[in-house]
Structures are given as structure tokens and as C-alpha cells.
């Protein structure tokens, strides 16, 4: 499956770019997961993508959000699980960094701000994150 398309806008510093590279991951948070009291909670993939000069554009998505596409190297998703027995919110960061000069990480990470263990929601949620690379035509 190719994440490039076929006719693109993309505004940057140069009149114009070029394709570099795509590629796509996905990142599973496990439904029911138990994270003990102040503690992260983080699963992560690493994703070779373009060259060291490319310029990214970064699409993330959801299982639990339907067919939602956001256009972030960063995306936050509010939960409801449990702590000591009643309902706790919590946010599932999906987070994209540059890890290399041709590689990223895609991360969820979920930190319990609580002081015992909190359940996470029932149901696993998969994050794809799909990247493109663009370069200038002088390069």
C-alpha cells in the first residue's frame, strides 16, 4: 500500500518539492493495561523514512476514531478507564520524533497522574502512522 499521492499542495520554503519517501507503522495500545500508580505506559515502532534534508508530512490515525486522518507529528486522544474502582480520564499521546537523520519513532505514550494503578479502557486502539517525504528540486 502506497501512503504517496497521486497530486499533492504541500506549502513549504521552496516553490516546489519533490517526492523523497513514504512508509507507514502501525503502534498497538493494549486494551485493559494496567499502569501502576505515577508511572508511563509507552509502545513504539521506528520507521526508516527519506533522506536527511526531506521535509515530512506526518498523517495519524485511529482505530477508536474512526476514519479521522490528523495531519500532527503530535495527537492526544482523551480515555476513561479506572482507578480504585471509578471512572479515570486519561490521554494516549501518539508522538512522532526524529530519531536519526533518516529514521523517526512512533510512540503512544499514557502517563498514570494517579497515585495507585489505573486500567486503561477495554479494547486495544492501533495507531498507523503514514509519513511522506518531500525534498527540493535542487536536491
Known amino acids: 500500500m502506497s501512503s504517496k499521492p497521486e497530486k499533492f499542495i504541500y506549502s513549504s520554503d521552496f516553490a516546489t518539492l519533490k517526492n523523497d ?3 507507514f507503522t502501525t503502534v498497538t495500545v493494549v486494551g485493559s493495561a494496567v499502569i501502576a500508580g505515577g508511572a508511563v ?3 513504539s515502532s521506528d520507521l526508516t523514512v527519506g533522506s536527511q534534508l ?3 508530512r506526518i498523517r495519524i490515525s485511529s ?3 474512526g476514519s479521522s486522518t490528523f495531519y500532527a507529528g503530535y495527537l492526544g486522544v482523551n480515555r476513561t478507564g479506572t482507578e480504585s474502582g471509578s471512572p479515570a480520564p486519561y490521554t494516549i499521546y501518539a508522538i512522532v520524533s ?3 537523520a533518516t ?3 512512533c ?3 499514557i502517563g498514570n497522574p494517579y497515585a495507585t494503578a489505573l486500567t486503561c479502557a477495554a479494547g486495544s486502539e492501533t495507531f498507523v502512522f503514514k509519513i511522506n517525504t518531500f525534498i527540493s528540486p535542487a536536491t
Open 107 to 109: 510512540l503512544c505514550m
Open 41 to 43: 505506559y509507552t509502545v
Open 98 to 100: 526524529r530519531i536519526s
Open 21 to 23: 519517501d513514504d512508509g
Open 63 to 65: 482505530s477508536k476514531i
Open 103 to 105: 529514521q523517526v519513532r
Open 54 to 56: 526531506g521535509e515530512g
